[in-house]
Protein backbone atom coordinates (compact mmCIF):
# COMPACT_ATOMS: atom_id res chain seq x y z
CA UNK A 1 0.00 0.00 0.00
CA UNK A 2 2.57 2.47 1.06
CA UNK A 3 4.71 1.14 -1.54
CA UNK A 4 2.13 2.23 -4.54
CA UNK A 5 1.41 5.79 -2.85
CA UNK A 6 5.18 6.51 -2.78
CA UNK A 7 5.35 5.36 -6.51
CA UNK A 8 2.41 7.23 -7.83
CA UNK A 9 3.91 10.78 -5.37
CA UNK A 10 7.14 9.67 -7.37
CA UNK A 11 5.83 9.77 -10.68
CA UNK A 12 3.62 13.15 -9.63
CA UNK A 13 7.09 14.98 -8.61
CA UNK A 14 8.59 13.35 -12.13
CA UNK A 15 5.45 14.51 -13.90
CA UNK A 16 5.13 18.42 -12.05
CA UNK A 17 9.28 18.81 -13.24
CA UNK A 18 9.05 17.58 -16.69
CA UNK A 19 6.06 20.08 -16.86
CA UNK A 20 8.31 23.00 -15.39
CA UNK A 21 11.44 22.01 -17.76
CA UNK A 22 9.07 22.80 -20.68
CA UNK A 23 7.89 25.39 -19.47
CA UNK A 24 11.14 26.66 -19.31
CA UNK A 25 12.21 25.88 -22.37
CA UNK A 26 9.10 27.35 -24.25
CA UNK A 27 10.16 30.68 -23.21
CA UNK A 28 12.63 31.04 -25.43
CA UNK A 29 12.05 31.76 -28.90
CA UNK A 30 10.38 33.55 -31.77
CA UNK A 31 6.77 34.12 -31.10
CA UNK A 32 5.42 36.30 -33.88
CA UNK A 33 6.69 37.81 -36.98
CA UNK A 34 6.60 42.49 -36.96
CA UNK A 35 4.28 41.80 -39.99
CA UNK A 36 2.31 39.88 -38.04
CA UNK A 37 1.89 41.77 -34.91
CA UNK A 38 1.80 45.29 -37.24
CA UNK A 39 -1.10 43.64 -38.88
CA UNK A 40 -2.34 42.02 -35.28
CA UNK A 41 -2.64 45.77 -33.63
CA UNK A 42 -4.23 47.41 -36.25
CA UNK A 43 -6.85 45.18 -36.78
CA UNK A 44 -7.75 45.06 -33.37
CA UNK A 45 -9.42 48.94 -34.43
CA UNK A 46 -11.52 47.59 -37.00
CA UNK A 47 -11.51 46.00 -40.53
CA UNK A 48 -8.47 46.29 -42.11
CA UNK A 49 -10.29 48.13 -45.07
CA UNK A 50 -11.05 50.95 -42.41
CA UNK A 51 -7.27 51.15 -40.90
CA UNK A 52 -4.50 53.13 -43.07
CA UNK A 53 -1.30 51.79 -41.65
CA UNK A 54 1.53 53.32 -42.91
CA UNK A 55 4.96 52.58 -42.94
CA UNK A 56 7.22 55.49 -41.78
CA UNK A 57 10.60 56.47 -40.35
CA UNK A 58 11.65 58.80 -37.53
CA UNK A 59 15.36 60.08 -38.19
CA UNK A 60 17.43 60.13 -35.28
CA UNK A 61 18.22 63.71 -35.26
CA UNK A 62 21.29 64.44 -32.64
CA UNK A 63 18.41 65.67 -30.01
CA UNK A 64 16.41 62.32 -30.26
CA UNK A 65 19.73 60.04 -29.64
CA UNK A 66 20.98 61.72 -27.34
CA UNK A 67 17.85 60.99 -25.35
CA UNK A 68 17.13 58.04 -26.52
CA UNK A 69 20.86 56.65 -25.58
CA UNK A 70 19.83 58.55 -22.02
CA UNK A 71 16.86 56.20 -21.67
CA UNK A 72 18.68 52.82 -22.58
CA UNK A 73 21.91 53.96 -21.53
CA UNK A 74 24.03 52.69 -24.67
CA UNK A 75 24.94 54.20 -27.80
CA UNK A 76 22.14 53.63 -30.17
CA UNK A 77 22.85 52.14 -33.91
CA UNK A 78 21.05 53.26 -37.04
CA UNK A 79 20.07 56.48 -38.53
CA UNK A 80 16.81 55.99 -38.68
CA UNK A 81 13.60 53.88 -36.83
CA UNK A 82 11.03 52.17 -38.59
CA UNK A 83 7.54 52.27 -37.73
CA UNK A 84 4.00 51.81 -38.55
CA UNK A 85 1.37 54.92 -37.96
CA UNK A 86 -2.23 54.75 -38.16
CA UNK A 87 -3.63 58.59 -37.07
CA UNK A 88 -2.71 59.10 -33.53
CA UNK A 89 -1.53 55.36 -33.47
CA UNK A 90 1.81 53.84 -33.74
CA UNK A 91 3.91 50.94 -33.27
CA UNK A 92 7.80 50.29 -33.08
CA UNK A 93 9.45 47.06 -32.95
CA UNK A 94 12.36 47.57 -30.66
CA UNK A 95 15.29 45.48 -29.53
CA UNK A 96 16.86 45.79 -26.19
CA UNK A 97 19.65 43.19 -24.54
CA UNK A 98 18.39 41.59 -21.57
CA UNK A 99 21.79 39.67 -19.97
CA UNK A 100 23.39 38.58 -23.09
CA UNK A 101 20.88 38.35 -25.95
CA UNK A 102 18.56 40.80 -27.66
CA UNK A 103 14.75 40.81 -27.00
CA UNK A 104 12.59 41.64 -29.42
CA UNK A 105 9.66 43.37 -28.04
CA UNK A 106 6.51 45.09 -29.76
CA UNK A 107 5.06 48.42 -28.44
CA UNK A 108 2.05 49.95 -29.57
CA UNK A 109 1.58 53.90 -28.23
CA UNK A 110 -1.81 55.63 -28.95
CA UNK A 111 -3.14 59.24 -27.66
CA UNK A 112 1.13 59.25 -25.79
CA UNK A 113 -0.34 56.36 -23.72
CA UNK A 114 0.63 52.55 -23.85
CA UNK A 115 -1.73 50.48 -25.25
CA UNK A 116 -0.02 47.10 -25.77
CA UNK A 117 3.53 45.34 -25.19
CA UNK A 118 4.41 42.09 -26.67
CA UNK A 119 7.76 40.53 -26.80
CA UNK A 120 7.86 38.95 -30.10
CA UNK A 121 11.26 37.36 -29.96
CA UNK A 122 12.51 35.84 -26.49
CA UNK A 123 16.45 34.84 -26.47
CA UNK A 124 17.84 34.47 -23.04
CA UNK A 125 17.68 30.65 -21.42
CA UNK A 126 15.87 32.09 -18.56
CA UNK A 127 13.58 34.68 -17.37
CA UNK A 128 11.04 34.22 -20.05
CA UNK A 129 8.45 34.33 -17.32
CA UNK A 130 8.21 38.34 -18.64
CA UNK A 131 6.35 37.56 -21.85
CA UNK A 132 2.94 36.07 -20.39
CA UNK A 133 0.21 38.63 -21.44
CA UNK A 134 -0.51 39.00 -17.60
CA UNK A 135 2.71 40.91 -16.63
CA UNK A 136 2.33 42.85 -20.05
CA UNK A 137 -0.59 44.17 -19.34
CA UNK A 138 1.07 46.11 -16.74
CA UNK A 139 2.34 48.10 -19.24
CA UNK A 140 -1.05 49.24 -20.64
CA UNK A 141 -2.07 53.22 -20.04
CA UNK A 142 2.02 54.06 -19.07
CA UNK A 143 3.00 57.39 -20.12
CA UNK A 144 6.28 59.42 -20.27
CA UNK A 145 6.98 61.30 -17.10
CA UNK A 146 9.02 64.86 -17.85
CA UNK A 147 11.95 62.43 -16.70
CA UNK A 148 11.71 60.09 -19.72
CA UNK A 149 10.43 57.04 -17.72
CA UNK A 150 7.55 55.01 -17.17
CA UNK A 151 4.62 56.73 -14.78
CA UNK A 152 3.75 53.61 -13.82
CA UNK A 153 5.51 51.32 -11.21
CA UNK A 154 6.39 47.64 -13.26
CA UNK A 155 6.12 44.83 -10.71
CA UNK A 156 9.75 42.84 -10.87
CA UNK A 157 9.98 39.05 -11.84
CA UNK A 158 12.52 37.07 -9.35
CA UNK A 159 15.21 35.28 -11.87
CA UNK A 160 14.06 38.07 -14.79
CA UNK A 161 15.17 41.53 -13.41
CA UNK A 162 17.48 42.50 -16.83
CA UNK A 163 14.52 41.14 -18.53
CA UNK A 164 12.03 43.80 -16.91
CA UNK A 165 14.39 46.42 -17.16
CA UNK A 166 14.94 45.88 -20.54
CA UNK A 167 11.36 45.66 -21.49
CA UNK A 168 10.89 49.08 -19.38
CA UNK A 169 13.44 50.55 -21.29
CA UNK A 170 11.97 50.13 -24.79
CA UNK A 171 8.56 50.58 -23.14
CA UNK A 172 9.50 54.54 -22.17
CA UNK A 173 11.94 54.52 -25.60
CA UNK A 174 8.59 53.80 -27.76
CA UNK A 175 6.79 56.40 -25.98
CA UNK A 176 9.82 59.26 -26.99
CA UNK A 177 9.93 58.12 -30.14
CA UNK A 178 6.00 57.97 -30.25
CA UNK A 179 6.00 61.61 -28.75
CA UNK A 180 8.51 63.02 -31.85
CA UNK A 181 6.80 61.22 -34.23
CA UNK A 182 2.98 62.66 -33.55
CA UNK A 183 4.84 66.27 -32.08
CA UNK A 184 8.25 66.48 -32.73
CA UNK A 185 8.10 69.83 -31.25
CA UNK A 186 7.88 68.41 -27.40
CA UNK B 1 60.05 -2.52 12.92
CA UNK B 2 58.09 -3.34 10.09
CA UNK B 3 55.24 -1.11 10.64
CA UNK B 4 57.78 1.80 11.14
CA UNK B 5 59.30 0.52 7.33
CA UNK B 6 55.28 0.43 5.83
CA UNK B 7 55.08 3.44 7.17
CA UNK B 8 58.11 4.90 5.43
CA UNK B 9 57.44 3.63 2.31
CA UNK B 10 53.97 4.69 2.29
CA UNK B 11 55.25 8.04 2.98
CA UNK B 12 58.16 7.79 0.49
CA UNK B 13 55.28 6.99 -2.37
CA UNK B 14 52.67 9.33 -0.99
CA UNK B 15 55.91 12.07 -1.22
CA UNK B 16 56.92 10.75 -4.94
CA UNK B 17 53.66 11.17 -6.14
CA UNK B 18 52.78 14.63 -4.98
CA UNK B 19 55.56 15.89 -6.49
CA UNK B 20 55.22 14.04 -9.30
CA UNK B 21 52.11 15.90 -10.12
CA UNK B 22 51.34 18.74 -7.57
CA UNK B 23 52.17 20.69 -10.77
CA UNK B 24 49.48 19.29 -12.15
CA UNK B 25 47.00 19.39 -9.76
CA UNK B 26 47.40 22.99 -8.77
CA UNK B 27 46.61 23.89 -12.68
CA UNK B 28 43.48 21.72 -12.26
CA UNK B 29 41.99 23.41 -9.23
CA UNK B 30 42.68 26.92 -10.79
CA UNK B 31 41.45 25.95 -14.12
CA UNK B 32 37.95 24.58 -12.30
CA UNK B 33 37.76 27.60 -10.44
CA UNK B 34 37.95 29.37 -13.33
CA UNK B 35 35.19 27.70 -15.36
CA UNK B 36 32.61 27.79 -12.38
CA UNK B 37 32.93 31.16 -12.81
CA UNK B 38 33.14 31.54 -16.29
CA UNK B 39 29.86 33.95 -16.96
CA UNK B 40 31.54 36.50 -14.28
CA UNK B 41 34.68 36.43 -15.57
CA UNK B 42 33.19 36.50 -19.17
CA UNK B 43 35.71 34.05 -20.49
CA UNK B 44 33.42 33.21 -23.51
CA UNK B 45 33.04 36.41 -24.60
CA UNK B 46 37.04 36.70 -25.10
CA UNK B 47 38.68 35.25 -28.63
CA UNK B 48 41.60 33.74 -29.47
CA UNK B 49 42.78 34.23 -32.55
CA UNK B 50 46.53 32.98 -32.50
CA UNK B 51 47.35 31.53 -35.70
CA UNK B 52 48.54 28.70 -34.23
CA UNK B 53 45.78 27.73 -31.95
CA UNK B 54 43.71 27.96 -34.90
CA UNK B 55 45.26 25.63 -36.64
CA UNK B 56 45.57 23.41 -33.52
CA UNK B 57 41.56 23.69 -33.72
CA UNK B 58 41.29 22.98 -37.53
CA UNK B 59 40.66 26.66 -38.14
CA UNK B 60 41.71 28.66 -40.77
CA UNK B 61 42.09 32.22 -41.12
CA UNK B 62 40.12 32.34 -44.35
CA UNK B 63 41.04 34.40 -47.19
CA UNK B 64 39.16 37.38 -46.96
CA UNK B 65 36.60 38.65 -50.17
CA UNK B 66 34.70 41.96 -51.02
CA UNK B 67 31.87 43.45 -52.95
CA UNK B 68 33.01 46.16 -54.54
CA UNK B 69 30.42 48.76 -55.12
CA UNK B 70 31.59 51.59 -57.41
CA UNK B 71 34.41 52.94 -55.10
CA UNK B 72 33.96 50.87 -52.08
CA UNK B 73 34.30 47.65 -50.61
CA UNK B 74 31.52 45.82 -48.55
CA UNK B 75 33.69 43.10 -46.61
CA UNK B 76 33.31 40.86 -43.48
CA UNK B 77 35.38 40.19 -40.82
CA UNK B 78 34.28 36.50 -41.29
CA UNK B 79 33.49 36.79 -37.62
CA UNK B 80 30.44 39.13 -36.57
CA UNK B 81 31.32 42.67 -38.09
CA UNK B 82 30.69 44.62 -41.84
CA UNK B 83 33.18 46.88 -42.97
CA UNK B 84 33.11 49.89 -45.78
CA UNK B 85 36.34 50.36 -46.73
CA UNK B 86 37.86 50.73 -42.96
CA UNK B 87 34.89 51.49 -41.30
CA UNK B 88 33.46 49.41 -38.72
CA UNK B 89 29.72 49.63 -39.83
CA UNK B 90 27.39 47.15 -37.63
CA UNK B 91 27.31 42.96 -36.75
CA UNK B 92 26.13 41.26 -39.63
CA UNK B 93 26.09 37.44 -39.08
CA UNK B 94 28.61 35.32 -41.39
CA UNK B 95 28.73 35.06 -43.71
CA UNK B 96 27.82 37.96 -46.01
CA UNK B 97 26.45 36.35 -48.81
CA UNK B 98 25.71 39.51 -51.03
CA UNK B 99 25.57 43.49 -51.73
CA UNK B 100 24.47 45.98 -54.20
CA UNK B 101 23.45 49.55 -54.47
CA UNK B 102 21.24 52.04 -55.58
CA UNK B 103 21.58 56.09 -55.88
CA UNK B 104 20.97 56.31 -52.14
CA UNK B 105 21.65 52.92 -50.02
CA UNK B 106 24.65 50.15 -49.98
CA UNK B 107 22.66 47.16 -49.08
CA UNK B 108 24.44 44.12 -47.55
CA UNK B 109 23.02 40.94 -47.23
CA UNK B 110 23.90 38.74 -43.56
CA UNK B 111 23.22 35.37 -42.74
CA UNK B 112 19.98 37.07 -41.10
CA UNK B 113 19.67 40.47 -41.93
CA UNK B 114 19.73 43.20 -44.73
CA UNK B 115 21.77 46.15 -44.17
CA UNK B 116 20.69 49.50 -45.06
CA UNK B 117 23.97 51.78 -45.51
CA UNK B 118 24.43 55.40 -46.55
CA UNK B 119 27.03 55.55 -49.52
CA UNK B 120 29.22 56.71 -46.75
CA UNK B 121 28.78 53.34 -44.96
CA UNK B 122 26.46 54.94 -41.86
CA UNK B 123 23.74 52.22 -40.72
CA UNK B 124 20.64 53.28 -41.46
CA UNK B 125 18.48 50.46 -40.02
CA UNK B 126 18.42 46.48 -40.21
CA UNK B 127 16.03 44.18 -42.06
CA UNK B 128 15.56 41.32 -40.14
CA UNK B 129 13.95 38.01 -40.72
CA UNK B 130 11.90 38.48 -37.86
CA UNK B 131 10.84 42.08 -40.14
CA UNK B 132 9.45 39.98 -42.76
CA UNK B 133 12.86 39.09 -45.00
CA UNK B 134 12.87 35.78 -46.27
CA UNK B 135 14.91 33.23 -44.47
CA UNK B 136 16.74 31.74 -47.63
CA UNK B 137 17.07 34.75 -49.09
CA UNK B 138 20.16 34.55 -50.60
CA UNK B 139 21.45 37.73 -52.94
CA UNK B 140 20.31 41.21 -53.70
CA UNK B 141 20.55 43.06 -56.99
CA UNK B 142 20.00 46.53 -58.43
CA UNK B 143 18.30 47.42 -61.75
CA UNK B 144 17.61 50.21 -63.09
CA UNK B 145 15.57 51.71 -60.06
CA UNK B 146 14.26 48.52 -59.11
CA UNK B 147 15.74 45.91 -56.10
CA UNK B 148 15.34 42.32 -56.44
CA UNK B 149 15.85 39.59 -53.47
CA UNK B 150 16.91 36.04 -54.44
CA UNK B 151 15.42 33.22 -52.29
CA UNK B 152 15.91 29.38 -53.26
CA UNK B 153 12.81 29.64 -54.92
CA UNK B 154 11.54 32.73 -56.25
CA UNK B 155 12.40 36.44 -57.19
CA UNK B 156 11.07 38.63 -54.65
CA UNK B 157 11.09 43.14 -55.35
CA UNK B 158 12.23 45.32 -52.48
CA UNK B 159 11.15 48.57 -51.67
CA UNK B 160 13.98 50.38 -49.82
CA UNK B 161 11.62 53.08 -48.49
CA UNK B 162 8.79 50.80 -47.11
CA UNK B 163 10.54 47.69 -46.48
CA UNK B 164 7.94 45.75 -48.45
CA UNK B 165 8.76 42.86 -50.53
CA UNK B 166 6.28 41.50 -53.93
CA UNK B 167 6.86 39.10 -55.71
CA UNK B 168 8.53 39.89 -59.28
CA UNK B 169 7.98 38.75 -62.65
CA UNK B 170 11.60 38.58 -63.51
CA UNK B 171 13.47 35.06 -63.47
CA UNK B 172 16.37 34.29 -61.31
CA UNK B 173 18.48 33.50 -64.71
CA UNK B 174 17.77 37.12 -66.18
CA UNK B 175 19.16 38.64 -63.30
CA UNK B 176 22.29 36.71 -62.63
CA UNK B 177 24.52 38.80 -64.27
CA UNK B 178 23.93 41.61 -62.59
CA UNK B 179 25.06 40.08 -59.28
CA UNK B 180 28.01 41.32 -57.77
CA UNK B 181 30.67 39.04 -57.28
CA UNK B 182 33.58 38.32 -54.39
CA UNK B 183 36.81 39.70 -55.17
CA UNK B 184 39.83 39.56 -53.22
CA UNK B 185 40.18 42.55 -51.08
CA UNK B 186 42.94 44.99 -51.69
CA UNK B 187 45.93 44.91 -49.85
CA UNK B 188 45.69 47.87 -47.79
CA UNK B 189 41.83 46.80 -46.45
CA UNK B 190 43.50 43.00 -46.23
CA UNK B 191 45.97 44.93 -43.76
CA UNK B 192 43.40 47.00 -41.77
CA UNK B 193 41.37 43.93 -41.10
CA UNK B 194 44.59 41.77 -39.53
CA UNK B 195 45.59 45.24 -37.59
CA UNK B 196 41.65 44.58 -36.12
CA UNK B 197 42.73 41.35 -34.53
CA UNK B 198 39.12 40.69 -35.95
CA UNK B 199 37.84 36.93 -38.11
CA UNK B 200 37.89 33.49 -36.25
CA UNK B 201 38.54 32.94 -32.71
CA UNK B 202 38.13 30.68 -30.14
CA UNK B 203 36.85 31.63 -26.76
CA UNK B 204 39.24 31.65 -23.23
CA UNK B 205 36.44 29.00 -21.69
CA UNK B 206 36.32 26.64 -24.40
CA UNK B 207 40.56 26.49 -24.43
CA UNK B 208 40.56 26.08 -20.49
CA UNK B 209 37.59 23.40 -20.27
CA UNK B 210 40.03 21.31 -23.36
CA UNK B 211 42.76 21.85 -20.85
CA UNK B 212 41.02 21.15 -17.96
CA UNK B 213 39.61 17.64 -19.38
CA UNK B 214 42.73 17.13 -21.54
CA UNK B 215 40.90 17.01 -24.91
CA UNK B 216 43.57 20.00 -25.97
CA UNK B 217 45.94 17.23 -26.42
CA UNK B 218 43.59 14.90 -27.98
CA UNK B 219 42.97 11.55 -26.69
CA UNK B 220 46.41 11.22 -25.11
CA UNK B 221 45.89 14.63 -22.91
CA UNK B 222 42.24 12.68 -21.99
CA UNK B 223 43.82 9.48 -20.95
CA UNK B 224 46.89 11.38 -19.01
CA UNK B 225 43.65 13.35 -17.01
CA UNK B 226 42.09 9.90 -16.21
CA UNK B 227 45.83 8.79 -15.09
CA UNK B 228 46.13 12.14 -12.74
CA UNK B 229 42.62 11.22 -11.51
CA UNK B 230 43.71 7.80 -10.44
CA UNK B 231 46.91 9.35 -8.38
CA UNK B 232 45.27 11.65 -6.95
CA UNK B 233 42.85 8.64 -5.33
CA UNK B 234 46.05 6.72 -4.56
CA UNK B 235 47.57 10.17 -2.68
CA UNK B 236 44.74 10.22 -0.96
CA UNK B 237 44.64 6.67 0.22
CA UNK B 238 48.72 6.84 0.72
CA UNK B 239 48.46 10.01 2.84
CA UNK B 240 44.91 8.21 4.69
CA UNK B 241 47.47 5.10 5.33
CA UNK B 242 49.93 7.11 6.04
CA UNK B 243 48.57 8.92 8.99
CA UNK B 244 46.73 5.68 10.05
CA UNK B 245 50.08 3.92 10.78
CA UNK B 246 51.70 6.52 12.20
CA UNK B 247 48.47 6.98 14.85
CA UNK B 248 48.71 3.30 15.55
CA UNK B 249 52.76 3.11 15.98
CA UNK B 250 52.53 6.21 17.96
CA UNK B 251 49.82 4.57 20.78
CA UNK B 252 51.98 1.53 20.52
Known amino acids: MHNNLYTAVFFIGLLTSALLASSTVSAKGVFQSGPDFISEVFLEQGTQAEVQVQS ?19 PVQGLRIRYSRSADKTAWILEEIGKEMPITIGVVVDQNKIIKVKILAYRESRGGEVRFPAYMAQYNGATLTDRHRLDKSIDGIT ?14 LALYYHSQAVNPKK | MKSTNSIKTNILWHRRLGLSIFIVLIFLAISGIALNHSPALKLNSI ?30 DGNNLLYVDKKTVAPCSAPLLSGSKNEKILFALCADALLLLTTDGDLLESFTQ ?6 NA ?15 SAVLEFNSDS ?19 FAPLPKVLEQH ?47 LLAWISRLRHVKQ
Open chain 1, 56 to 74: KVLWLTDDIRQQAEKILDR
Open chain 1, 159 to 172: GATLSVWAVNKVAA
Open chain 2, 47 to 76: GLSNNWLLSWYGLEKPSINGLQLDNKWLYH
Open chain 2, 130 to 135: LDGLPV
Open chain 2, 138 to 152: RAITAVDDSLYLLTD
Open chain 2, 163 to 181: LAITPSSKTESTLLDTLVT
Open chain 2, 193 to 239: LEEQDSGPSISLETVILDLHSGRFFGQFGVLFIDIIGLLVCILSITG
